[in-house]
């Protein structure tokens, strides 16, 4: 329900699509496993999307089509976001919603950059919760991925495959930031 679908239509039609969601329709064009479409930017240019069911069923995916040459993006429905920190907590939604799959492509892609993120359904929730949502999501990503890199400097020789997850273990830098976040708003023409 993060809206990856849309986002792409959108992007290859050059005008909001929003696809439709319904998990007990035939119709439903929710990502079934992983996907591949493409959006021609110009005459010589082309990004080629891999669109990964969100479900954790489907992480085995990932391996499958990830290239060294290849810039993740992860969108996440804010709105989701909000409601999962309000229920279970704000570590519990970032591993949901985020870190799961973080740690899914990192596993996959050791190689792989830092992420883009893409919060969708903005206008689902007011500005101050936007806001809030929005730095927590980043502040729980990084907590996580410290603890884990933490226990595994305790644990594992400096040699593990573990540090190979070059942007994952750089902990001179954030994983998320904020200059590599956009925003979407659902219905947004």
């Known amino acids: 329900m993060a809206g990856k679908l849309s986002l792409i239509k959108t992007i290859q039609q050059t005008k909001r699509v929003l696809s439709k969601r319904n998990c007990t329709s035939k119709r439903d064009e929710a990502t079934k496993v992983f996907k591949v479409s493409e959006a021609d930017l110009d005459e010589v240019s082309k990004l080629v999307f891999h669109d990964f069911g969100g479900q954790a069923i489907y992480h085995f995916a990932y391996p499958l089509s990830t290239r060294s040459q290849f810039i993740p993006m992860l969108v996440i429905d804010i709105a989701a976001f909000d409601k999962l920190a309000k229920s279970e907590g704000v570590d519990a939604a970032c591993k949901k ?28 929730v007011s500005a101050p919760v936007f806001n809030k949502r929005k730095e927590q999501l980043i502040s729980a990503t990084e907590s996580l991925r410290t603890k884990i890199i933490q226990e595994e400097k305790e644990m594992a020789p400096a040699t593990s495959p573990f540090f190979s997850m070059a942007s994952f273990c750089d902990e001179a830098q954030p994983l998320l930031t904020k200059h590599k976040l956009m925003t979407f708003y659902k219905g947004s023409g």
């Open 97 to 124: 919603v985020c870190f799961d799959w973080l740690s899914h492509l990192y596993l996959s892609c050791p190689q792989a950059g830092p992420p883009f993120i893409v919060l969708t359904h903005r206008d689902i």
